[in-house]
């Protein structure tokens, strides 16, 4: 599965570089499921394996889309309210559970939540549209969700980018890129893990 989507990413960089970065986080922030955290983990690994994209371009145009896609998502939340997260969790077979938690979460911790729920699974997803729901200041909203969005980049970027350099020499390119995405994504998931149980989720 992971070569799978490796090869299918790989080639939508290859076609449209900086493009595939932008769109697909940007859409995931705005509220549809798509893997951002992948996308982004295989555009830093590329950028120092095949030198086909700067490092520092995608994590500029990474932020920008994050930031840009969760206050699309906060607009709609705002707008449309409680009837578009449950026709939302229809379409995409979100689990309820998931909605109730990102709901308790931003009551007990306000805009903080935003921060926080950047790096805990399925909720980065549903932040914006959360937000907006709850009627969250939009202020409030906006620093703590581009805070986030720097440091999650940050952090994912840069480690995917340095990974690969340390052990490009051992590895061929090709199992470079899955080697480390495979790694960082079990990394990532278990600090998500780690915060989860943090906040009482």
Do not use: C
Not at 105 to 125: K, P, T
């Amino acid at each position: 599965m992971a070569h799978w989507v490796l090869e299918h990413l790989s080639y939508y960089f290859l076609q449209y570089g900086y493009l595939t970065v932008l769109v697909g986080l940007l859409l995931e922030n705005a509220g549809i499921p798509l893997p951002g955290e992948t996308i982004l983990i295989t555009a830093s690994v590329l950028s120092r394996t095949t030198h086909q994209l700067n490092i520092v371009l995608v994590a500029l145009v990474a932020i920008f889309a994050a930031i840009t896609g969760d206050n699309l998502g906060f607009a709609l939340g705002r707008y449309a309210g409680s009837p578009l997260l449950a026709r939302y969790r229809k379409i995409f077979h979100i689990d309820p559970a998931t909605i109730r938690k990102g709901e308790d979460l931003f009551r007990r911790r306000g805009a903080v939540a935003v921060f926080f729920a950047r790096f805990i699974a399925g909720l980065r997803v549903l932040a914006g549209p959360l937000a907006g729901t709850l009627k969250m200041p939009w202020k409030h909203f906006l620093i703590f969700n581009a805070l986030g969005a720097i440091v999650w980049v940050a952090v994912v970027a840069t480690s995917a980018y340095f990974l690969g350099h340390a052990i490009e020499s051992v590895l061929t390119h090709g199992s470079l890129a899955l080697a480390t995405i495979i790694f960082l994504i079990s990394l990532l998931w278990w600090l998500r893990r780690r915060h989860t149980r943090r906040l009482g989720l």
